[in-house]
């Protein structure tokens, strides 16, 4: 919930109350929107209260875009018209110098008109806020509201789940990923992106592994004691459990092992808070260490949060925690 954030449902209504001095932060995309109608951002009007100001921007026969999923699942062609509509309004509000934290990107605050295809966002003069992960923040709601009866409504949605969150936040590039998915271009982009990070990940190994070329090539063969993780509880998966992922135990013997949602991942953990490419546990002379792959939700190491792209040493006994989902790490034998 945002501070000073009000929505009046009878009088379709929102106000946004901000102090004065606050507001003033970025008066010049406030004065944009007073002399400028950008298609897309709500219009508004304000009043002075003591040492603040309030906005209100009427919203008059437009939808809550929660209240239409409060009835509905979501297809293709919708799930396509709310994550490519939001991008081509920030996008558009680039060229009014609209700085993109002050988008309100919530999802109970996000309006639309379903029938004409159109979407509308507030845009709140003096809000901070992370655009990117709002964004995301926005998409994880989407795939709860998924239709996950179709297969294609699905592929599309955690594809571009994974791609906003393996990316930089910018919205022409994203815009462009989502052309791809009408043309079909969309694979390719992310059979490029694989490789490119698969390549990085070779050599960060190699360079891990200078001096040492037998180990390398055989990391089966490199006298390393093998360790397992463990999954004590069952986790929920988009309203069911996971064929197959319920209580899993894994064994880790190489030198290296990926954890992600892909399959391509060694250990692989198929839920939607789980990154692509989430973490790495790599054994190096008898320990076991773990890396966070700057994952979207973290990676904790005993209930404390690791930083990104920092190799942990790990102890047996020790709790791995990949987003939401725990581990206990023991060795063979």
């Known amino acids: ?14 106000y ?43 919203y008059h026969s437009l939808q809550r875009v929660t209240d239409y999923f409060q009835s509905k699942k979501a297809d293709y062609d919708t799930l396509y018209l709310l994550c490519e509509g939001i991008l081509r309004i920030i996008e558009q509000g680039e060229e009014y110098l609209l700085e993109e934290q002050g988008y309100l990107l919530t999802p109970e ?24 992960r709002e964004y995301t923040t926005f998409v994880e709601y989407l795939l709860r509201q998924t239709d996950h009866t179709d297969k294609q409504t699905v592929r599309f949605i955690y594809d571009f ?31 490029e992106e694989h490789q490119k990070k698969e390549e990085s990940l070779e050599r960060e190994e190699c360079t891990e592994a200078e001096g040492d070329t037998e180990k390398m090539k055989n990391p089966e063969k490199a006298g390393c004691i093998s360790y397992r993780l463990s999954q004590k509880r069952k986790r929920r998966f988009c309203g069911g459990y996971a064929p197959g992922a319920d209580c899993r135990t894994y064994t880790i013997h190489n030198k290296k092992a990926m954890v992600g949602r892909m399959e391509e991942n060694e250990i692989c953990i198929p839920f939607a808070t789980i990154s692509k490419k989430h973490a790495m546990l790599l054994l190096e002379n008898e320990k076991i260490y ?4 700057d994952s979207h ?8 949060k690791i930083p990104a792209n920092v190799k942990m040493e790990c102890k047996e ?15 063979n034998g």
Not at 24 to 53: A, H, V
């Open 16 to 58: 946004w109350k901000v102090p004065l001095k606050k507001a003033k932060e970025n008066q010049f995309g406030w004065q944009m929107l007073e002399n400028n109608k950008i298609e897309g951002i709500l219009p508004f009007e304000y009043y002075y209260i003591d040492d603040g100001i309030c906005f209100q921007y009427p």
């Open 161 to 191: 789940y994974d791609f906003i969150t393996s990316e930089n936040f910018v919205p022409d590039m994203i815009l462009r990923y989502l052309q791809d998915c009408k043309t079909g271009k969309a694979e390719n982009t992310k059979r």
């Open 109 to 132: 605050w996000i309006f639309w008109n379903h029938y004409e295809k159109e979407i509308w966002l507030c845009y709140l003069p003096g809000k901070d806020g992370d655009c990117k």
């Open 317 to 331: 006994d020790d709790i791995l925690t990949f987003a939401d989902i725990s581990y206990q790490l023991s060795k």
């Open 297 to 304: 939700n973290g990676t904790f190491l005993n209930g404390k």
């Open 290 to 293: 773990v890396t966070d792959m």
């Open 1 to 14: 919930m945002v501070d000073g954030l009000e929505i009046d449902d009878t009088q379709h209504m929102v």
